[in-house]
């Protein structure tokens, strides 16, 4: 079964500093591979996506992403962080049903959830 | 702004209650997901329409049930309501409903079983 892991669930960067969010998915052939960030009291907004291609992603926020196969990790990253980024990253991935047909859940990891210091 | 719209924002019920949330999707868009996010459980798919019909399910409850009206909105009907169905649920929609389909998400119904 597909599945996505976030090893962190908490982190704290320094305003300016870089950031990376980590995010290991399990699925064998290429998943559909997604980036979204919720803040407080907030709905999901879609970061970034990947389906093929380039492997490096560009998002909105001036977030960028690389899927790695052999690593099975989607990791997130972004070189300044901003005050305004505080909130929880979740990494997702499209369910696809083995058996055929069509299915378009997704499948979401715990979160990680970013702390900014001024 | 996402264009997915849900109400009530709030809803405050007892054990044992029934209650209906509600979803209006994208325009344009024809399939509906509503997910449960809850502090144990993470963010976890219940189920998913497409035009009217359902596509996939989920970990959805017996006591949970949902549809899509002809004119695309959703509801999620809740019944017999313990304590650990307080959550926040999201709707969500995509266009044709398919795994690389960008799915837009509402704000949110949080439901508190007193």
């Known amino acids: 079964a597909q599945s996505v892991t976030q090893p962190d669930i908490h982190i704290t960067v320094s305003e300016g500093a870089s950031l990376e969010l980590r995010c290991n998915y399990s699925?064998?052939?290429?998943?559909?591979l997604f980036w979204y960030v919720q803040s407080p009291g907030q709905g999901l907004q879609l970061l970034l996506k990947y389906f093929s291609g380039d492997t490096l992603v560009q998002g909105i926020k001036g977030f960028e992403a690389e899927f790695k196969r052999s690593q099975s990790s989607f990791n997130l990253r972004k070189p300044s962080v901003h005050w305004s980024d505080a909130a929880e990253y979740f990494c997702?991935?499209?369910?696809?049903?083995?058996?055929?047909?069509?299915?378009?859940?997704?499948?979401f990891g715990k979160g990680t959830k970013l702390s900014v210091k001024p | 702004d996402s264009g997915v719209t849900q109400t009530p924002k709030h809803l405050i019920t007892a054990t044992g209650q029934r209650v209906t949330l509600r979803c209006s999707p994208r325009?344009?868009?024809?399939?509906v997901y509503w997910y449960q996010q809850s502090l144990d459980q993470g963010l976890q798919f219940l189920i998913q329409?497409?035009?009217?019909?359902?596509?996939a399910k989920g970990n959805i409850l017996e006591r949970f049930s949902a549809q899509q009206f002809p004119d695309l909105h959703s509801e999620l009907n809740l019944s017999s309501l313990e304590l650990g169905d307080s959550a926040l649920y999201f709707c969500a929609s995509s266009f044709m409903g398919l795994p690389y389909n960008e799915q837009f998400f509402g704000p949110g119904t949080r439901l508190t079983v007193l």
């Open positions: 699925y064998g052939a290429t998943p559909y």
């Open positions: 329409y497409y035009n009217g019909e359902e596509r």
């Open positions: 325009s344009g868009d024809l399939s």
């Open positions: 997702a991935v499209g369910a696809v049903r083995y058996y055929g047909g069509s299915q378009g859940n997704l499948i």
